[in-house]
Structure formats: C-alpha cells, structure tokens
C-alpha cells in the first residue's frame, strides 16, 4: 500500500492547438485510480478552441489549473515545449511534491497508468525516471512506437523530484528527453518504461509529426541526436534497427541527413564533455554487447555513486525483483 506521501505528484502539461486530441487527455487523467494532486495545463498561445476547452474543464476540476502564455505565432517543438513546461514548473512549489510528470495533450492514458508508475518508483527508491510504452492507433491496430526499456519516453516524462532536481531539470533543446535519462543514469539513478497492460498508451499523434510533418520532424531526430552527442556509427546502426519504421526508409534517411548537416555546419553541441564521454562509452558497450548488457553493466556502475550521494536517512537500493524490474 502507498503511503500518502507517496502519492503526492504534479502534472505539468505543456500545449499549443490541441482541440483535436486533449480532451482524451484531459478524461484519461481526470479517471486516474490515482489522480494528480495537482494538474498545471501551460496554453502556449493556441490559437484554435483549445483555451476554451481547458477553461471549461478547470472549471469543473479543482485540480486542474490553465495558465496562458502569449502567442509566438508558431509551434516551437522541443526548446518551446520545455519553456512551457518551465513556466508551468515556475507557478508551484516544487518541495511539496514527491514526484513531477509532464504529459503531453494528445494521449491516451490506461485508468491505473499512475498509480502502476508509482508502485515502481515506491518498490526501487533508484528509479529516477520512468513511463509506459507510446503506440500508435494505424489502420484500426495499435503500433508500437518501439522506444527502449533503457528510456522513458518524452511525451510523458515521471521524475522523481530529487532525479529531477539532481540532473539540473531538462535542457532547453531537441533531444532533452535523452539526455535526462543518460544523465540520470551518469548520477546512478535508473530511467525505465515497461510494456505492460497499465502502461501501454496511445500515442494520438505519430512522434515527431506535430510541427512541419514527420520528415521534418525526423531530420530534427537527426540533429538532436547530433546536439546530444551522438557518435555517427551508433546513430547509423539505431537508423538501421528503425529503416521500416513509419514512414519506411524515408525515416530513417531523415534522421541521417540531419545528423550529418548538422555537423557539416559545425552547429554547437551540448556543453558537456562529461555527459558525452559518458554517452558514447554507454553507446559503444551496446554496440558491442548488446543494450540489455550495456544497461546492467552501467547501472552496476552507478550504484555505488548513488549510494554516495545519499544521507544517514535516504532509503537505501531494494534488493528484491521489484528493483530489477
């Protein structure tokens, strides 16, 4: 049984012009076994029925709170996202929570989705991140968006609040969804999403397709992928894996060319050495043994530099399968 304590979580939710999709959103929360404590929707200037929506459900839902940001004239995906989420982030205090999720409007969320994240986080005190897996709706079939049990996915993001506070929040950048859960993982936390009946959720909008289409959205896969980075023969080899993910072959290809004129052009790359001296020895070790073993030899690694960090009175790694979940 959780504690009480150790349901206490906040939503913060980033949109822009998501009539079409929020309200599955908006229900899938609101029917939570657990629901949030408290549910910060950033309207990042919709221009479409959106704000009505929102105040039409705030005002039914106490939980639920709007706050509006002006109109930059355009969908600005990944350091626009992240500057909405800070804004949001910006409006609480953030001591009060044990753990801080921030879900995108376009989702469909199973009824136990929290509460099953929760059971996680409260059976490894080490998990610092962690999600479901996203499928899409295609054809009448659900598909499997194929993300890494290594990763949890961005469009909906749990952190436990000391994970969160520890790897410095999320950076203002394509590709920050990756790079919390490498840094997590640097500081000897665990990142994870599970493929299980609580945790499966559809993902209403195919990744990467919401800002200039999926092509578009793929090159700027590439370039994350670039600015995290990334070393071209991991990249080539993950291109590879995913060359008949949708849409097929062309994918792919996107995501190669942004890579590679990203660093014909010299554009910057994450001010961190560290983290990328750290990412490509993790990305090699996948290589070469496989990524189930890259994550057990790393997460091995990292546990004596949790523990370190960790106070008299902080609760200490379980040992029992939970942990290893």
Known sequence: MLAIKDKQYVVISPCRDEEEYLEHTLHSVINQTLP??????????????????????????EFIRVHRRDNRGYRNVG??????????LELIDLDQFNFLCKLDLDL????RYFETLLTKMAADPRLGCAS????NLRDGALVSERRGDEMSVGMTKFYRTQCFREIGGIV???????????????????????????????????MGSSQQGILTGKM??????YYMGTGFLYLSATAIFRVLD????????????????????????????EFIRYLRAFQHTALIQGKR????????AGRERWQSTRGPEDPQPSTGAAANA
């Open 108 to 111: 469909e969320l199973p009824s």
């Open 132 to 135: 479901g897996k996203p499928y």
């Open 172 to 206: 203002r950048e394509v590709m920050w969804d990756a790079i919390d859960c490498h840094r997590a993982r640097m500081l000897g936390w665990k990142a994870r999403s599970w493929d299980e009946p609580d945790l499966r959720f559809i993902h209403l909008r195919i």
């Open 246 to 273: 949708y849409p097929a072959f062309a994918g792919s290809l996107a995501v190669l060319w942004g890579y590679l004129r990203s660093w014909v052009a010299g554009r910057p790359r994450i001010n961190d050495r």
């Open 293 to 300: 073993r890259a994550i057990d030899q790393f997460e091995a």
């Open 36 to 61: 949030p404590a408290l549910w910060i929707i950033v309207d990042d200037g919709s221009s479409d029925r959106t704000p009505e929506i929102l105040a039409r459900y705030a005002e039914k839902y």
């Open 79 to 88: 350091p626009g996202v992240v500057d909405a989420f800070y804004a949001g």
């Open 220 to 225: 700027r896969h590439g370039y994350g992928q």
